[in-house]
């Protein structure tokens, strides 16, 4: 965890939930973004999920779940002694927030879902398992990083490869012998052992609606695999009052480097601080 900012009392932090297998630093380059913008003050909650990260990894009888997940974020919320906050969801993060808000409704000031909604496109948790089977097996640190590269490439397009390489040292790191060692538990892997491309994946609509009574912005890079556009529509067809942000030519997890971006973002975060001043 690292808290970014200071944590008021009267305005709620962001609290940045990466996917499932992806840890803060995803979102480490966002807060000084996002605070350098005029009339934005703001405070980020960065988390580490259980087992990814810095987080602790739990013991070998208890599953990763997202009900487990978001049971830890609200352990971190009353730790710092925060009572709401903004959810910032990136994938499996989002799911995260929707059933912290099923659960504690009153602890959700707002929501930024990213990449991520009720229904979850399979393609997504397959590819994770398939590129870590794929990595984790070859024996030579430059085939692991050309692998990784070519990977990568499929999300950034266009980017070079210190840029690629870059991007890669935020899921992996090299060990003394030169091969890729995860920055989360590999039992994460194994949990996605039962799905399969063509998986039609119950969708969770009733969980989606939990997130009414608060700001919603939808946000969709337009190379993700983790949620459809068809999906995507459907979220802002049911939330018309939804901010909404399109990256065009990234995957996941979007990197939230463009300007107008940030100021999509910073403008969600306004309006949300403003509503809970009406509502005070």
Not at 159 to 176: I, T
Request: aromatic share 6%; charged share 25%.
């Amino acid at each position: 965890m690292h808290v970014h900012g200071e944590i008021a009392d009267d305005v709620p932090p962001v609290i940045c939930l990466p996917g499932y297998v992806r840890n803060m630093s995803d979102f480490a380059a966002l807060p000084p973004a996002i605070n350098r913008l005029p009339d934005t003050s703001l405070c980020f909650v960065l988390v580490d999920l259980p087992g990814r990260g810095r987080s602790s990894r739990p013991g070998r009888t208890i599953e990763y779940s997202t009900l487990t997940d978001a049971q830890c974020v609200l352990d971190v919320m009353a730790a710092l002694d925060i009572p709401r906050a903004v959810f910032a969801g990136e994938g499996h993060g989002g799911q995260v927030a929707m059933v912290i808000s099923a659960r504690r409704p009153l602890a959700v000031a707002g929501t930024i879902l990213i990449d991520s909604g009720p229904v979850t496109d399979p393609r997504s948790l397959v590819r994770t398992r398939n590129n870590f089977r794929h990595l984790t097996a070859l024996k030579s640190a430059p085939a692991a990083h050309a692998a990784l590269r070519k990977i990568l490439s499929t999300d950034y397009p266009g980017e070079s490869e210190a840029q690629l390489d870059a991007f890669a040292q935020r899921l992996y790191a090299e060990d003394a012998r030169g091969r890729l060692q995860p920055l989360f538990d590999a039992r994460l892997i194994g949990q996605l052992e039962k799905f399969e491309f063509d998986d039609v994946l119950a969708a969770q609509w009733p969980l989606f609606d939990t997130l009414a009574h608060a700001p919603l912005m939808i946000v969709r890079s337009h190379l993700t695999d983790q949620v459809r556009r068809a999906t995507f529509d459907e979220m802002v067809r049911r939330r018309p009052d939804a901010a909404t942000l399109v990256i065009s030519d990234q995957g996941s997890p979007a990197l939230f480097e463009d300007p107008q971006e940030h100021e999509a973002i910073a403008a969600f975060l306004r309006d949300v601080c403003r509503a809970g001043d009406a509502l005070s």
